[in-house]
């Protein structure tokens, strides 16, 4: 049963360039949630999948933006990079049916990006 | 919206010392509880869980949390630790009935042999 995967896992871009992150949910998991852990910080909330439409969003600009295929897979696209946008971003899959009342993810490995 | 605090950025341990990390959150509706734990070079995963029931929840490799709801606390406790133990470890709450999780900034616990 394959868990939480993203692709890819390390990447290095410039400031103003665009990005694409991807991730394959958990079999059986429905719901798709993305968070920014920036070094020496906890994971932060970036938004939810669900559907394929984002259902919550956290305290991110608008240059955040995400998209849920209908085989649950998701982007999440970050546009004119900063170089506050360096982090690793996490990837983690739920499901609607088992997971809504419950808050329990399960987590890909992340990609590690950095802005130079 | 939810905050979560964890008191120690920091803790270095010797072998079979007894652990415990604090954790407070703030919320004024009913929560489920979450300690994550994440090894060198690993992905997040879960440690220990309160939903209802028992405050004093037990998890994976010997560790247990309670939860004191008039403390709004949720610490985590190990009375031996291993040096396998060597971990960042994240206090999460979830205010019920959504599906996300906010994270306190995570203790970093080093066991020396």
């Known amino acids: 049963d394959a868990g939480v995967t993203q692709s890819p896992t390390h990447l290095i871009k410039t400031r103003g360039q665009q990005v694409t992150l991807r991730c394959s949910p958990k079999s059986g998991h429905d719901t798709v949630s993305w968070y920014q852990q920036a070094l020496g910080q906890g994971p932060q909330f970036i938004f939810q999948?669900?559907?394929?439409?984002?259902?919550q969003r956290g305290n991110f600009p608008d240059r955040f933006s995400g998209h849920q295929f209908p085989n649950y897979s998701s982007e999440l696209n970050v546009n004119a990079l900063l170089l506050g946008d360096s982090a690793l971003y996490l990837c983690?899959?739920?499901?609607?049916?088992?997971?809504?009342?419950?808050?329990?993810?399960?987590f890909g490995e992340g990609s590690r990006l950095t802005v130079l | 919206a939810q905050s979560v605090s964890q008191h120690n950025h920091h803790v270095i341990l010797s072998e079979a010392a007894s652990l415990e990390l604090g954790c407070n959150y703030s919320?004024?509706?009913?929560?489920?509880l979450f300690w994550y734990v994440q090894y060198p070079g690993q992905h997040l995963q879960l440690l220990l869980k309160y939903f209802s029931g028992d405050p004093l929840v037990k998890g994976i490799k010997g560790f247990e949390a309670e939860f004191i709801k008039s403390k709004f606390s949720f610490n985590l406790r190990k009375p031996s630790v291993q040096w396998s133990d060597t971990a960042e470890y994240f206090c999460d709450v979830n205010a019920q009935g959504y599906s996300t999780l906010t994270f306190g900034k995570g203790t970093m616990l080093l066991v020396s042999p």
């Open positions: 983690a899959s739920s499901s609607q049916r088992t997971g809504r009342n419950t808050g329990e993810l399960f």
């Open positions: 999948y669900y559907e394929e439409e984002e259902r």
């Open positions: 919320y004024g509706g009913t929560v489920n």
